[in-house]
């Protein structure tokens, strides 16, 4: 009993003096590591009280509000750590990605600069001390140092594409032709690379050849809309109209706001008679755009030809009012003036064309333009209101490296299974899905138990502000009602409560140490869920720390041992199942994976989870079809997520 009470006093979030630092930091990275963000900078929060001259959690809090875009904060706190250690290599190139994407690339630059100090022969620094100096405009030097990286990673194909970058800048096409192939020799599966070898192409009217490389890059890089916008230009001027369409219908399902998508193709439905539809485009670039003239006339030009003449006149007029003597804008004024019976308007603009033609010092004839020429955005001669429209520069998306990019768990992901289903007393309910998780051992503690129900859930929610203190409020309650109960059977629910509690804020170790306690007093009541729980827990210890590299063979062992057990006492329990074939699955296993999978699937037919992860193990151990056939009737049960692998798999 003693060593029962001893376990049960320990407060994690209200007494600092009996936390163990480094284990409060280990809870934080955890929850970090989970995308618990805001978690995680509580955590991190409680060991600066305790401990400020501890670098660590000033960084790892910087790393959460980094995740955060709280780029400002998480640079604050990088300089804070730096101050308490100037020799960690992280802390600097943390910071100046933070700078960088402030847009303070001289503040970067000191950062890679400090950084490459202590840590010469790293590529990443390198890296995006050359992409600062771009930004910067400091070319020179950003060849000199693409040069030394050169030296010392003479295969690094992309030293090359910012080599071949900086050379575009300084309008030295030729050479920068020479290092985007040497970039594609040695690395033919950059989509962006093949992306700015079009563009080079497209600069030089080289249309047949800007569009093969176009196609390369969108093979590699599907989602991106500029290669869209960029090949349609290509075909428009090989005359493939129908493909140029196409392209930037596809440009504008992939990013809707995109200006130049919408501008270009309203011209080309005006160019094809789809004038209403060309009205719609138009319409949605002078929302974004309100006082774009050239959008303003074309849509004129259209609301002419379908007969609203007003709102022609309107639109004219706006553009007139800028541009007085454009006489091609007068003559379609007048015409709409005279179609309205308001002849003395239309003589008006009559004169004023005549008295232009007269006198070119008030304006020029005008040109019969092809339809081949293009302008840039920000040129604004009128004479140029039906030529398809470029960017005034070709921005580079810049791919700045680093351990921070991305998701935090997709650093070491090797496969991507639906998580275990788990306890939780918040309820994530899902959009598309009205599968609702039932067992009758959870149903049966929650109505002993109905105060505080327990939930069964799939994906750990990220708790808010509110749900945070409500565990933190709880947790406190609970550890008193459990000294106070001073053991028998009324701490056993307690402790299965609190366990939940603990998992819901990512302190698994904490958990695991009242589950462990639970099981140890008693081997049959609720011994199930507490097998169930405490298995959940030891996973995501697991998970974390094999992502620090940690050997995690034993305490996987203690997962299937745990996982085995409960499965023992509640033999009807799906969700037992599902979660020993994930952990199978996570072995590679995959023969008793599936025969878990089976088995859940027989129990709950509706488990999306069991069917979705079947049809991964499947794909993974080279069925294809049975993979796919499995991935559909997830779909089908609303786990959406199913057809973009299917669609993936079905490809290869």
Known sequence: MRRILYLLTFFPILAFGQYNIDRLIMIGRSALYYEDYVLSIQYFNQAISAKPYLYEPWYFRGIAKYYLDDFRGAESDCTEAIERNPYVVGLYEL???????????????????????????????????????????????????????????????????????????KQDTTQAITSLDKSLDLDPYDGNTWSARAVVSLSRQEWKDGERFLDKSIHLLPKHAGNYINRAMARYNQNNLRGAMADYDTALDLDPNNFLGHYNRGLLRAQVGDDNRGIEDFDFVLRLEPNNLMALFNRALLLEQTGNLRAAIRDYSKVIDEFPNFWFGLEHRASCYRRLGNTRQAELDEFRILKAQMDKRYGKPQPRLSKKQMRRKSDTDPDKYNQLVVADEQNVEHEYRSDYRGRVQNHRVEIALQPMFSLSFV?????????????????????????????????????????????????????????????????KPMLIQRAVAYSGIQNFDSA???????????????????????????????????????????????????????????????????????????????TRAIDDYNQAIKLDKNLAEAWYNRGLVHIYANRLAEGIS??????????????????KYREK
């Open 512 to 590: 695991i140490d009242d589950l462990s306690t639970l099981i140890q007093m008693d081997s049959t009541s609720n011994s199930a869920i507490a097998h169930w729980l405490r298995a959940v827990c030891q996973a995501r210890i697991n998970e974390f720390n094999a992502s620090q590299g940690t050997n995690i063979e034993l305490k996987s062992a203690n997962v299937l041992s745990d996982l085995s057990q409960a499965i023992l006492r509640a033999p009807n329990n799906a969700f037992l199942y599902y979660n020993r074939g994930n952990l199978f699955a996570q072995r590679k296993d995959y």
């Open 630 to 647: 499995d991935l559909s009737k997830a779909g089908e049960l609303g786990l959406y997520t199913a057809y973009s692998v299917i669609k």
């Open 95 to 169: 910071r100046g990605l933070c700078r960088i994407n402030q847009k303070k690339y001289g503040d970067a630059i000191i950062d890679y600069t400090r950084a490459l100090r202590y840590a010469p022969e790293s590529q990443n620094l390198w890296h995006n001390r050359i992409l600062c100096r771009i930004q910067e405009k400091d070319y020179e030097r950003g060849l000199a140092e693409v040069d030394t990286m050169l030296q010392h990673w003479p295969r690094y194909a992309r030293a090359y594409s910012m080599q071949a970058e900086i050379f575009l800048l």
């Open 427 to 491: 309820n994530v309910k899902s959009e598309v899905q009205n599968y609702i998780a039932f067992d009758r051992e959870v149903d049966a503690f929650n109505q002993q138990h109905p105060k505080h129900p327990l939930y069964i859930i799939g994906s750990q929610p990220n708790l808010g502000e509110s749900l945070m203190q409500r565990h933190f409020a709880f947790l406190d309650s609970i550890t008193t009602a459990i000294s106070e109960a001073k053991g028998g059977e009324k701490i």
